[in-house]
């Protein structure tokens, strides 16, 4: 394991010296910490999560709550009650049980923890995960057209299951899309996950399509 220079972001590799994906990693060190004391309790993820994380929560009788991608937004959502757990998915951890703050070093400590209290490894434990495959399509977005988009996609899908955390979630029966406002450029971020990676990268490749028509005037 080693930090980045601010000591936030983790980057693990395994047993053979490969890098082990953040994604995975963060489904790991939830599946490990609501194993310790997940019954009634918050894990927290961001918009863009796996519904693996879902699955996770729920086989531990914990609940999944989402937020705003932003490590701010993240940080401020884990102050919730009974939150046990947030991970963005990209190697940042907060563990409210010690401060409300993304910390690698306590990360790091606890995950040590959890492999001997569960006597397990890290590899037992990321082979057990539930499948996920998230994909992530960018497409261009001007400024003028980001209100016009998310206003038609809100009309065009209301008789769907929506989320409005971060940008449009919308939850079909065996896929789910993220349409998500770059807040630094005109580009609108295209998250999806369906049941293999083939169908996922279809679900993406079909909304970029909407977008493109739904933000022209």
């Known amino acids: 394991m080693r930090f980045d220079v601010s000591g936030e972001r ?13 994604a995975d990693f963060s489904l790991a ?13 918050r894990l927290l993820v961001p918009a863009n999560a796996s519904m693996a994380a879902e699955r996770i929560a729920a086989q ?3 609940l999944l709550v989402r ?26 951890f907060i ?18 923890e959890m492999l001997a209290v569960h ?4 590899a037992d434990t990321l082979a057990a ?14 400024w003028d057209a980001r209100g016009r988009l998310m206003r038609r996609l809100s009309e065009e899908y209301q008789s769907y299951r929506v989320e409005q955390t971060d940008g449009i979630r919308i939850a079909m029966d065996d896929a789910w899309v993220l349409i998500h406002l770059d807040p630094d450029g005109p580009t ?18 079909v909304f970029a399509s909407i977008v493109d028509e739904l933000k022209a005037p």
């Open 10 to 22: 983790i980057f693990v590799v395994n047993a053979s010296g490969g890098k082990v994906n953040d």
């Open 67 to 92: 937020s705003r991608m932003d490590p701010t937004s993240m940080m401020i959502a884990s102050t919730q009650p009974d939150v046990l757990m947030a991970g963005d998915g990209g190697g940042h």
């Open 119 to 122: 006597d397990t490894t890290l």
């Open 188 to 205: 609108c971020n295209i998250y999806a996950e369906s049941t293999s990676d083939e169908e996922s990268h279809a679900v993406a490749q």
């Open 129 to 142: 995960l539930p499948p996920h495959h998230v994909v992530h399509k960018s497409v261009e977005c001007p």
């Open 95 to 112: 563990f409210p049980v010690f401060h409300n703050a993304i910390d690698g070093m306590f990360a790091i400590a606890r995950f040590m």
């Open 60 to 62: 531990h009788g914990a």
């Open 29 to 41: 060190m939830a599946d490990l910490s609501l194993r310790l004391a997940g019954q009634g309790k």
